[in-house]
Structures are given as structure tokens and as C-alpha cells.
């Protein structure tokens, strides 16, 4: 028997924070220590290199190799100095996590020794053996290797004593295999799209920039008894476990005070995120016991999602250093809030300027409603794509869940912006008055600065505005946030380039571009008034209202991903160059074949779970009661014996029909698996996972559950949710 609970509990409640070194400097002495950022080029670049790489970056121009080798001597010599013996390429494949091989700085020097080397062409171009990582078919298809390439927007850090540095990755005929490159893609198309809305507005504008601010939400449970979950430990959520009698009814743990041993592994991991230049900055509980939360201030969003990817790993080796594992999982915990990683999403001129906030004048709130209207639009006629960007076999059991956004995507504007939005559709263009830029009457409430307040919440919506920015709530805590990004910013990017060409043409035409500029977006508020929804997003009427209205609402996550063929989705993608065709179909592939793995493993360790921890204890219970009735029969008479041990009987029996229904299941489900794992296309495979392994998986939890409430606590061989749930 698994002697877990007087370990763990031994071990946790003898357990001291772990004492965290804390360096006596100031924040600004060690932040971004760890990275090569401009001040460290400065130091170890000489300057026509220093000023061409930063010309390359701000610029977004090729860099000469002549350049790269002498980057490459510069990063060398900072990482050496900094205790790197190591680089590597470090990027974003499709599994959803980070990969990088390591290679030393090390070459032959020809007399029988070795020296520190790195050239140029080492930093810009690599070719990892990278034929096991998950690419839909492209390379086996079109090419057999994969190479991967310097990102020169996002600076190389070192981690432990590696030099990483981000790159792309791709295959040799110029398919993305990564993340990261339709992420760059979608920036840039969105770029070029808002620059040219804006500069309706304002001329002088060059360019316009993505923000993300993400904050992740995440559980700790103590490593001993994270250890004595073989679903924690091969699937990140329990698969079994019935309520714990308090969880978060009280709502005492959101923003309550944190935990000395939590508190400490914050503190330690705030401190390596500084060190590795993520600006962490907010940190509390959140709704869950165990749950808690963090988020950096905001950031360009290519290198804001670097810095998450980079914070998730870095969150996962610091909690080991204060015995507790991190559970990034989207649903760790039935019946407990999941977790989510909001994505704060806004754009911005190279004028400072937020794209997604009210002006002073009337000029900058019809910027300001343009650009709402349009993302509206976008939203509105991509939210299934907009779904499908963030379902995945982990974030489909958050989604959907009560306590969860709903499995539909819609969008929350708040009482003041549906009020602006509402007076624009029933203003009459008639009314409009041109009077030179500065006196021009819109028919526009002047909407003073500062006016969205932010306590206009709702939190129940997937994608809300948040007074200069809109927050994507759907994306999973465990995800890539690019999926969702590259799905965003190319629909609202297309949809930008549409508005553009119908104000140009109508300015052509001879129309004033602020009279075509409001009727357009009357147009748009109009059409895309479906995705506006300020309601209860969890109530069930809701799910029918939104199916009235025509949007997306599909919840089997295999289905979802055929959205991302369907033309008007191929041709965004393509219109905008963020993804080919022959690109979407090979990521289908691949969310298809991730989605059919996951369910697959978590129905394997359920199946052995039931096996071999819950049956087993069941019956060893079943047999104590047995041997008591048994002995009661002995020693009473018939009557009274009945008596004594009627509850006995019932439990026997109980326990007996949950063991054979958990051993039917499992047999079925055994089956049912082999049935779909012949499917040779993956596209049916994951359906037939979807559809006739989850619900079997459902059952027996079901069951087990039952047992775990029968059965003697002290023979029950798994930690239950009281214990996983509350960290002494
Ligand atoms: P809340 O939980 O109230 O939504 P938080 O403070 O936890 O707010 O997180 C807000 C996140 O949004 C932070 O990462 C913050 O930097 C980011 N953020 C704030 N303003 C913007 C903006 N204009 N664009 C993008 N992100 C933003
Ligand atoms: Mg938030």
C-alpha cells in the first residue's frame, strides 16, 4: 500500500517556506541580467554593428552575414562571460511547449585542444534533426528537413548555462513548422493593415504595434502528493477525485492572503523572470484554492509571448525547488474553476498612441470607434475560427464547464461603449458637419478621457473590452498564446484591409473620408451586432440565444477544427500571408493527431488507475466488511444479526456494482480505443476519440468517485481533493 499520506502530510506540514536568496541589489541593478538586450550590444558589439543589427531590428531589414558574425562573436563573448558554455536555437513547435538542443561554444583548434567558437552563421541558421516533431504531413511530403532561424526581434537570453536564441522554425520549401512564424506574420500583415487605417487619422503614422499582456493562472499542489498522483504526473489533471467538502464556495482564498511556502516560491520566481527580463508584476489568488495568478506588464506581443513560453518553464523548475509541482493544465481539478491565460490584446502607433482608447478630440473617437467596429467585425465573422484558435483536448474541459466561458465566442463592450456605439447607429448621417479638423461635429458624444472605468466587468465573457484594450479570455493556461494571436490579428487585419479599400474607393469617388469613415462604421456596428453580448455568458439561455444568432456553437473540439478550411477562413489566411492552404491543413493534422494523443494517455492511465489503485482498494474494503458480517453472524442471532450488519450489506453490494461497472468500462473503453487507433485518418480518429472514449472515461470517474466516498480513507490509495487542494 502507498504510504503517501504520512509522507506528504508528514513532510507538508513540517515544511518551512524555503528560504529564498534574494540579491541585496535594487531591481534595476539585476534586471535583464540574463538577457542580450541593447545595453549589453553596446558593450560587447562594435558600433557599426551595434547600429546595424539595431537598424535591422527597428526596421525589420535583413541582416548581412558580414553583420551576423560579428553579433555572433559579441553574443559569444557576453555568454561566456556570463557562464554559458552552451547555445542553442530555441523555438516554438507545434506540440505547444519549447525545444532547443544544446551545442558547446566548442571547436577543434587543430593542435589537438579545443577553443570557444560561434560564427555567424551558427547564430542565424540552424538545422536541427527535427523530423520527430509534429508537422502535418509537410515534410514527409515536401521536404524532408526542417531549419531553424534567428528571430532578430526578440534578444537571445541565457537560462542555466545555455545560450538560447529564438528563432523560427522551418521547413526547406518555407512552411512554418512552428508557432512563431505565422505569429510574425500575422504581426506584420496587421501592421500594414491598422497603418493604413489610422493613417485616415493621422498621415503621419509609420507603423502600428501589437501589445500582449497575458496573465497566467496556475495551481500548486506539494510535490509529495503530486507524486502519488499518476494522473498528475502523466496528465497534469486528476482524473479521478470527488469534491473536497470546501473548495471555494467561501470564496475566501481570491486575493486572500498568500501562503509563507506560496509566497516564497513567488518571490523566487520573480526574481528569475527579472533577472531574465520579464517584466512580472502582478501576483494574488485566484478564484481556486491553490490557484494563484501572474501577470507582466505588457509587452510587443511577439516578445510578450517568448517571455510566457520562457515563465512557464522557469515557473516549472522554480516550484521544484520549493517542493511543489506547477500545474499549468487547463482543468486540473473537477468542479473548481480552471485556468486560463487572459490575453490583454491592444494595438498602438509608433506615436505612442493606444488604438483601442478614446481621444480628447472628435477626431481621435472616431479613430477610436473605427477601430472598435472593426474589430467587432473581425470577431464577429471569424468567432468559430476564433474557437477553434483556442480549443484543445486540455482547454475543452474548461471551456463549456459552468464556471468557465462558454463554448461560444462573443464579445462584452460594457453600458458606456454600447451607448457610444448605440448613438452612432442611430445618428443620421445628414446630421454630420464638416467644419475643418477641429470644430467638426460627428454626431459623436464627445467622449471625455478616462471615461471607460475599468470596474465595467464582466467575467463571464470570452472577449471583453477593458477600456483600451480588449482581453481574450478563452486562451487555455497551458497554451502557446500564438494560436490565438495568429487567428486574432489576421481576421482583424483583414478585416482592416477591407475598410480601407471601401473608404479609399469611396474617397476616390469624392466623398469626405470622415462622412465615409462613419458610415461604414455605422455599417459594421450594424452588421456585427450578433458578437455583442454584455450578458451572463455562463447561462443556459444564452447557448440558445447565441445559436439564434447565428455564431458558433459547436463544442466537439475535432469538429471545431474544420473551421480553419472553410474558404472565407483560407482566404483571410492567405489574403493577409499568414498561412498557405497547404499550411492550415498540415496544422489540422497535427491539432488532430495532439488531441487524439492526449485523450489517449489520459484514457490509458485512467484505465490502469482503476485497475490497479481503485479496484483493488475497493475490494480490500469490500472484504473487511464481508469478514464483519461474517463474524456478527456468528455471534448474533439471525434477528439481530440482520440488523447489525444491514449497512454492511448495502456498502457490499454498492461497492460490488461500481467495481464491475468501472471493469466494464474499462474493457469497453480498452476497446473502443483499438476501434478508433485503426482509423488511419486523423480527422476521424480524434472524432472517435471525442466521441466514444471521453463519455467512457466520464463513467468511470463517475464510479470511482462514488467509491472514493464508501471506501475506508485509510486503505484509499490516491490523495484526495482536501489534500491536493489546500497547502499548509
Ligand atoms: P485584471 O486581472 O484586472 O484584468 P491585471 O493587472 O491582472 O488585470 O492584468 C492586466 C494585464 O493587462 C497586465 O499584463 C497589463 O500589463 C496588461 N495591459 C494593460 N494595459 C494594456 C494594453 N493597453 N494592452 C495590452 N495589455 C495591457
Ligand atoms: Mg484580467
Redesign the pocket.
Known amino acids: 500500500m502507498s504510504n503517501y499520506r504520512f509522507k506528504s502530510v508528514s513532510e507538508a506540514s513540517g515544511r518551512k517556506p524555503v528560504k529564498v536568496q534574494l540579491p541585496d541589489e535594487r531591481v534595476d541593478r539585476f534586471y535583464g541580467r540574463q538577457v542580450f538586450n541593447r545595453r549589453k550590444m553596446l558593450e560587447y558589439l562594435p558600433k557599426a554593428t551595434y547600429d546595424a543589427l539595431v537598424d535591422a531590428i527597428d526596421n525589420r531589414r535583413p541582416l548581412s552575414l558580414e553583420v551576423a558574425d560579428s553579433v555572433a562573436e559579441g553574443i559569444k563573448r557576453w555568454a561566456i562571460d556570463n557562464g554559458a558554455r552552451h547555445y542553442t536555437h530555441w523555438f516554438h513547435p507545434l506540440t505547444g511547449s519549447t525545444a532547443e538542443k544544446h551545442d558547446a561554444f566548442a571547436e577543434h583548434d587543430g593542435k589537438g585542444g579545443m577553443v570557444e567558437k560561434f560564427s555567424g552563421k551558427l547564430l542565424v541558421q540552424q538545422e536541427p534533426d527535427a523530423s520527430s516533431f509534429p508537422n502535418g504531413g509537410i515534410r514527409n511530403t515536401f521536404e524532408a528537413r526542417g531549419y531553424s532561424a534567428w528571430d532578430i526581434s526578440s534578444p537571445a537570453f541565457i537560462v542555466g548555462n545555455t545560450l538560447c536564441i529564438p528563432t523560427v522554425f522551418i521547413s526547406y520549401t518555407g512552411e512554418s513548422l512552428d508557432y512563431k512564424t505565422p505569429l510574425l506574420r500575422s504581426l506584420n500583415s496587421l501592421d500594414r493593415a491598422a497603418t493604413r487605417v489610422v493613417k485616415f487619422f493621422n498621415p503621419d503614422v509609420k507603423h502600428v504595434t501589437c501589445?500582449?499582456?497575458?496573465?497566467q493562472e496556475y495551481f500548486l499542489v506539494d510535490e509529495a502528493l503530486y507524486d502519488a498522483r499518476p494522473d498528475l504526473v502523466m496528465t497534469g489533471r486528476t482524473l479521478t477525485g470527488h469534491d473536497s467538502a470546501k473548495n471555494q464556495q467561501l470564496e475566501d482564498h481570491y486575493f486572500g492572503s498568500i501562503p509563507a511556502r506560496v509566497e516564497a516560491f513567488m518571490l523566487d520566481l520573480e526574481h528569475q523572470a527579472h533577472l531574465l527580463g520579464i517584466p512580472v508584476?502582478?501576483r494574488h489568488n485566484e478564484v481556486a484554492p491553490n490557484q494563484f495568478?501572474l501577470?507582466?506588464?505588457?509587452e510587443e506581443a511577439n516578445l510578450a509571448n517568448d517571455h510566457n513560453l520562457l515563465l512557464m518553464s522557469v515557473m516549472e523548475e522554480v516550484a521544484r525547488r520549493h517542493n511543489f509541482r506547477v500545474l499549468l493544465h487547463e482543468k486540473p481539478f473537477a468542479g473548481v474553476n480552471g485556468s486560463g491565460k487572459?490575453n490583454?490584446?491592444?494595438l498602438?502607433s509608433d506615436l505612442g498612441d493606444?488604438l483601442?482608447?478614446p481621444g480628447k478630440t472628435s477626431i481621435e473617437n472616431l479613430r477610436f470607434v473605427t477601430f472598435i467596429a472593426n474589430v467587432m467585425s473581425a470577431v464577429h465573422r471569424h468567432n468559430g475560427l476564433l474557437k477553434a484558435s483556442i480549443i484543445n483536448a486540455t482547454n475543452a474541459h474548461r471551456l463549456g464547464a459552468n464556471e468557465a466561458p462558454p463554448a461560444i465566442i462573443s464579445m462584452f463592450l460594457g453600458s458606456q461603449l454600447s451607448d457610444v456605439l448605440k448613438s452612432i447607429e442611430e445618428t443620421d448621417t445628414t446630421e454630420i458637419r464638416v467644419e475643418g479638423k477641429e470644430k467638426m461635429t460627428l454626431g459623436l458624444p464627445q467622449i471625455p478621457e478616462l471615461m471607460f472605468d475599468?470596474t465595467d466587468r464582466n467575467r463571464t465573457s470570452p472577449f471583453a473590452f477593458?477600456g483600451?484594450?480588449f482581453?481574450y479570455r478563452a486562451v487555455g493556461s497551458s497554451a502557446n498564446n500564438a494560436s490565438a494571436l495568429i487567428a486574432l490579428n489576421a481576421a482583424v487585419a483583414h478585416q482592416l484591409n477591407r475598410f480601407a479599400d471601401i473608404i479609399d474607393k469611396r474617397v476616390k469617388d469624392g466623398e469626405p473620408v470622415e462622412k465615409a469613415i462613419l458610415e461604414e462604421v455605422r455599417r459594421l456596428i450594424v452588421e456585427a451586432k450578433p458578437i455583442h453580448f454584455d450578458g451572463n455568458g455562463y447561462s443556459d439561455e444564452w447557448k440558445e440565444e447565441a445559436a439564434r444568432r447565428g455564431l458558433d456553437t459547436e463544442t466537439s473540439a475535432p469538429l471545431m477544427y474544420d473551421i480553419y478550411m472553410h474558404p472565407e477562413n483560407v482566404e483571410m489566411f492567405e489574403k493577409t500571408g499568414v498561412l498557405s492552404r497547404k499550411e492550415i491543413a498540415a496544422r489540422n493534422e497535427v491539432k488532430w493527431e495532439m488531441y487524439t494523443k492526449k485523450v489517449q494517455i489520459e484514457s490509458r492511465v485512467l484505465g490502469d488507475m482503476a485497475i490497479n489503485h481503485i479496484i483493488p482498494a475497493a475490494v480490500r474494503y469490500e472484504s473487511v466488511l464481508l469478514d464483519n458480517v461474517y463474524k456478527v453472524n456468528q455471534l448474533f442471532s439471525k434477528e439481530k444479526a440482520e440488523t447489525i450488519a444491514a449497512q454492511d450489506k448495502t456498502n457490499i453490494e454498492n461497492i460490488a456494482g461500481h467495481v464491475s461497472v468501472i471493469k466494464a468500462s474499462v474493457d469497453e473503453m480498452v476497446e473502443q480505443r483499438k476501434k478508433a487507433n485503426r482509423i488511419e485518418s486523423e480527422r476521424e480518429k480524434a472524432i472517435a476519440y471525442h466521441d466514444n472514449v471521453l463519455p467512457l472515461m466520464e463513467k468511470i470517474r463517475y464510479h470511482v468517485d462514488k467509491l472514493e466516498l464508501m471506501v475506508d480513507n485509510e486503505i484509499w490509495p490516491l490523495p484526495k481533493y482536501r489534500e491536493l487542494l489546500f497547502i499548509r
Open positions: 501589445n500582449l499582456g497575458w496573465e508584476k502582478t495568478e501577470a507582466p506588464i505588457y487572459h490583454n490584446w491592444s498602438s493606444l483601442f482608447a475599468n477593458t483600451n484594450r482581453e
